[in-house]
């Protein structure tokens, strides 16, 4: 099947692609936060001790997201995609065997070699590759499908937990992962672009050929530190949500409820981008999108510094945090392309996609050690800051872009 006037919500493989993203997600990404609590408990040890093998995956995703990258290149998506998942299941259904503290990290340690192989980076890659410059809406399409994976996963793992424990969530997750989201994810990657064929005949560059003019390049460089201060704004944000809403002098139950409307506002802000252009028949600049979405992080922080426990500013708060990143996952591979060019995307994209994940990896222990020197007004400005920079560096880094655009070797 080819990619000639196909709609996104009318694509069977398209479909297939976003719940398998959805399930993954779920299953790989979302698991660690919805069972923390339940190892805690379990094995005894602290929270930051088995926070850190979360941060060791979001590590090891971002070194091996390279290769991923590469083999995307090299046309071999459905075998990458699908062949990811299945280890991760694989992996994940191990847990319940751990005794170890290290033997965790471990595990977690190859989970994010997998997470390199089946989440948002290497489906964009694919879609990037095969759609080119029509890529858009069907970025736009997965994410507000997968977007949901958190609303999947925490209910489902509670629920399970609650009533037969969290050894046998592990075990039904793998089940899922396995046997819907792995063919799920080949159905969904088996789309050929109408010049598939070109593509893959094509010449990729050398390694080297790619990587110097990057690592050379003011582009590449500015595009790593504005997708860093997306993802750690977000990161510091997300990772003290809680002690951050009661710092503010609310009650628990506002509280969960504010930080519950931040996952959905992504949804939201994405829909009405596919809504707007929908209407107008017109692409909005994905520049704009961008700087738009990184003023909007800025004014969130200060509103809660400025507004203390105002229900108005709270609100504009959670638009104004949520919304944006929730953009950020289809303003980052459509940017990377303008500004980088399609060819050899895969590794190009995983190649400045390391500012993002470190940005997340780095983002939750730079905020807690603000708060506990500080206070949480600290950890606010600092957001707001951080925004205000990757703004300024991304508005530079499109003036140097129309000047001298990036080319490879």
């Known amino acids: 099947m080819t990619t000639a006037n196909i709609s996104p919500w009318r694509s069977k493989n398209l479909w297939s692609l976003a719940i398998a993203e959805t399930l993954s997600w779920a299953g790989l990404f979302y698991v660690f936060p919805a069972l923390l609590l339940e190892w805690n ?88 590759r095969t759609f080119q410059l029509d890529a858009k809406n069907s970025i736009i399409m997965i994410t507000l499908i997968a977007g949901f994976a958190s609303t999947v996963s925490y209910p489902l793992c509670s629920l399970v937990s609650d009533i037969y424990g969290w050894k046998t969530t592990i075990y039904l997750l793998a089940v899922i992962l396995c046997f819907i989201s792995a063919p799920l994810f080949w159905y969904g990657t088996s789309l050929k672009s ?62 969960v409820f504010f930080a519950s409307c931040i996952g959905p506002m992504q949804v939201i802000a994405r829909s009405i981008l596919f809504a707007t252009e929908s209407v107008s028949n017109k692409d909005i600049p994905i520049l704009v999108v961008c700087i738009t979405s990184l003023i909007c992080l800025c004014l969130s922080s200060l509103a809660l510094v400025l507004g203390g426990a105002s229900l108005i500013l709270m609100v504009i708060f959670v638009i104004f945090q949520g919304g944006p990143y929730g953009l950020f996952s289809i303003v980052r591979p459509v940017i990377t392309a303008e500004m980088l060019g399609r060819a050899n995307f895969g590794l190009l994209s995983s190649m400045v996609g390391l500012g993002s994940v470190w940005g997340s990896a780095l983002a939750p222990g730079i905020a807690g050690t603000i708060a506990d020197r500080w206070n949480y007004d600290a950890v606010l400005i600092t957001t707001s800051s951080i925004a205000a920079t990757g703004l300024i560096i991304l508005i530079i880094t499109s003036s140097l872009h129309r000047k001298n655009p990036f080319r490879t070797a």
């Open 41 to 128: 408990e379990w094995f005894e040890w602290g929270i930051a001790e088995l926070s850190i093998a979360f941060t060791l995956a979001l590590i090891a995703s971002a070194l091996t997201g390279m290769v991923a990258g590469r083999i995307i290149d090299s046309g071999h998506s459905q075998k990458l995609m699908t062949f990811s998942v299945i280890a991760g299941a694989l992996l994940l259904s191990l847990l319940p065997t751990v005794t170890t503290l290290w033997q965790f990290y471990f595990i977690w340690l190859l989970i994010g070699c997998c997470l390199a192989g089946c989440l948002y980076d290497p489906c964009f890659s694919y879609l990037t």
């Open 194 to 255: 109408a010049g598939s064929k070109n593509l893959d005949k094509e010449k990729i560059s050398s390694v080297a050929n790619i990587i110097k003019p990057a690592l050379s390049s003011p582009v590449f460089w500015g595009l790593l530190m504005t997708f860093a201060a997306f993802s750690s704004n977000q990161g510091m944000i997300i990772s003290q949500i809680f002690p951050l809403l009661e710092s503010r002098d609310i009650s628990p139950g506002t509280t």
